[in-house]
């Protein structure tokens, strides 16, 4: 089963579950600012909402909404027992505190595991609500059999990326991970020595053929948007006869994200019994 095919079937069996609920389950979407990938996220977020039964809200702040306004907003949120999960759509302004804002997030609500007790509740092993984007990347290796224990694994990120919970997985898995910016002055000297590397830069192509090892594993799990097209941070048609596995955005993290999403609206809606 491929991640679409994943993602749809995830979207019935949450239908058939909730069909027959008197209460919805019901999840609150925030968003800060203008950032035109948010915008192409929280739609597909919201369609599949639909397509399940999930009722969606979607609150949508202008960069110049003070923070308290925000807060407040949170917790009327926290404080509506209709709401099962809250989440700020990540990236937001810089001129906005982020842990803040994110701490604002009641822990049983935090559907997408932003808040710090969510993450430290992770890394201690206890159970928590976990980030999509974590269950979406071990998903992808354990889909493919990849085996973690004593491999060298590249994590590229951007600095609007949290990821210390993949990390810790990844690690609990006995893998020797790297993490760095995708603008680290060696970046490609970390690359050429990975197994398996993980992008989650957001930018289009930045990872070219001359910048990998034969055979490497590939999951490409950045998305950005130039005029109206997603791509991901993997130049795919340079690379793909070289790498061993690519799992891309398009048919690989992407649909995966919003299945986990989803996943995680029950979670909370089903704790809350």
Do not use: H, W
Not at 4 to 19: G, L, M, P, R, Y
Not at 115 to 126: A, C, H, V
Not at 143 to 172: F, G, H, W
Not at 211 to 236: F, L, W
């Amino acid at each position: 089963m491929n991640s679409v095919e994943f993602k749809n079937s995830v979207e019935d069996e949450i239908k058939q579950s909730i069909k027959g609920c008197i209460i919805r389950p019901s999840v609150a979407v925030i968003k800060i600012g203008d950032d035109e990938k948010s915008d192409y996220m929280i739609k597909e977020r919201e369609e599949s909402c639909n397509k399940t039964g999930i009722y969606f809200r979607y609150y949508d702040y202008e960069d110049t909404t003070p923070e308290l306004t925000i807060i407040n907003k949170i917790k009327e949120l926290n404080n509506d027992d209709y709401v099962n999960g809250v989440m700020i759509q990540l990236p937001i302004p810089e001129k906005y505190n982020e842990k803040r804002l994110l701490n604002s997030i009641l822990n049983s609500k935090d559907v997408e595991g932003q808040t710090d007790i969510n993450i430290g509740r992770l890394i201690s092993g206890r159970k928590t609500i976990v980030p999509s984007f974590t269950l979406s990347v071990m998903k992808i290796l354990n889909d493919n059999n990849i085996e973690m224990s004593n491999k060298n694994i590249a994590i590229i990120y951007d600095k609007k990326n949290n990821i210390r919970p993949l990390v810790n997985m990844l690690i609990n898995n006995d893998a020797t991970v790297t993490v760095c910016k995708y603008n680290y002055s060696d970046l490609n000297n970390i690359l050429k020595n990975a197994e398996i590397i993980i992008s989650a830069v957001n930018k289009k192509n930045i990872i070219k053929l001359d910048m990998i090892s034969e055979g490497v594993t590939i999951i490409d799990a950045g998305y950005d948007y130039v005029d109206g097209k997603m791509y991901g941070d993997v130049d795919y048609k340079s690379v793909k006869d070289k790498a061993n596995i690519i799992s891309d955005q398009k048919d690989g993290i992407y649909p995966l994200l919003i299945s986990m999403f989803l996943k995680n609206i029950i979670f909370c809606y089903e704790s809350k019994k």
